[in-house]
């Protein structure tokens, strides 16, 4: 819970754009507050950050009362999935479908097999589902979260973003995301 309020932070705040523009706690809190619906003890986020310090996917630097989280490289990557996977999983609770399709397709060289296993493995985990080996369905709009893959998880440069209104085997996409 904690990586998604700092992934939503960071995607509001731009800091995943801009990995060395800093993440005050409190922000993370408010996040936190806002799209969960229930508020943490300060002291616990800041043990939480402790831990993920030592896990190296941050840093936090202490300015008097005030704390400030920076992403690492490494915490870039797991932040983003968890923030995506939200923001994807707050698109499919509280919007109602358009009856149409959003669609990512890549492809991949050979020569780069395990940035397109990455890709496929990395779009699954934040919600979209395989359609053919190189194409991905969603039925909520997520063009922005796309542009932030693209810019961000290896292999993002091969990926392409389509909008369909109608697609081939629909009623099994419907079944699939309970539409």
Same mark, same amino acid.
Request: aromatic share 10%; charged share 30%; hydrophobic share 35%.
């Given at each position: 819970?904690?990586?998604?309020? *700092?992934g939503l932070t960071c995607l509001i705040g731009g800091s995943i754009l801009f990995p060395n523009l800093?993440?005050? =706690?409190?922000?993370?809190?408010?996040? *936190?507050?806002?799209?969960?619906?229930?508020?943490?003890? $300060?002291?616990?986020?800041? $043990?939480?950050?402790?831990?993920?310090?030592?896990?190296?996917?941050? #840093? *936090?630097?202490?300015?008097?009362?005030?704390?400030?989280?920076?992403?690492?490289?490494?915490?870039?990557?797991?932040?983003?999935? #968890?923030?995506?996977?939200?923001?994807?999983?707050?698109?499919?609770?509280?919007?109602?479908?358009?009856?149409?399709?959003?669609?990512?397709?890549?492809? =991949?060289?050979?020569?780069?097999?395990?940035?397109?296993?990455?890709? $496929?493995?990395?779009?699954t985990e934040i919600g979209f589902i395989p359609y053919q080996k190189s194409v991905y369905i969603f039925?909520?709009?997520?063009?922005?979260?796309?542009?932030?893959?693209?810019?961000?998880?290896?292999?993002?440069?091969?990926?392409? #973003?389509?909008?369909?209104?109608? *697609?081939? #085997?629909?009623?099994?996409?419907?079944?699939?995301?309970?539409?």
């Amino acid at each position: 819970m904690l990586l998604t309020g *700092i992934g939503l932070t960071c995607l509001i705040g731009g800091s995943i754009l801009f990995p060395n523009l800093p993440i005050v =706690v409190g922000s993370i809190i408010k996040i *936190i507050e806002e799209t969960k619906g229930y508020s943490l003890p $300060r002291n616990k986020v800041r $043990r939480t950050l402790k831990r993920l310090e030592g896990r190296k996917l941050l #840093y *936090i630097e202490n300015r008097g009362e005030k704390a400030t989280v920076h992403l690492t490289d490494k915490g870039k990557q797991i932040i983003i999935k #968890y923030s995506l996977t939200s923001l994807l999983e707050l698109k499919r609770k509280k919007k109602s479908w358009n009856h149409k399709w959003f669609m990512v397709f890549f492809d =991949v060289p050979e020569s780069e097999r395990a940035k397109r296993d990455h890709l $496929r493995t990395f779009l699954t985990e934040i919600g979209f589902i395989p359609y053919q080996k190189s194409v991905y369905i969603f039925p909520y709009e997520c063009e922005r979260e796309i542009l932030l893959v693209k810019k961000i998880i290896e292999g993002g440069k091969y990926l392409s #973003y389509v909008i369909a209104d109608r *697609i081939e #085997y629909e009623d099994e996409m419907k079944k699939t995301f309970k539409l």
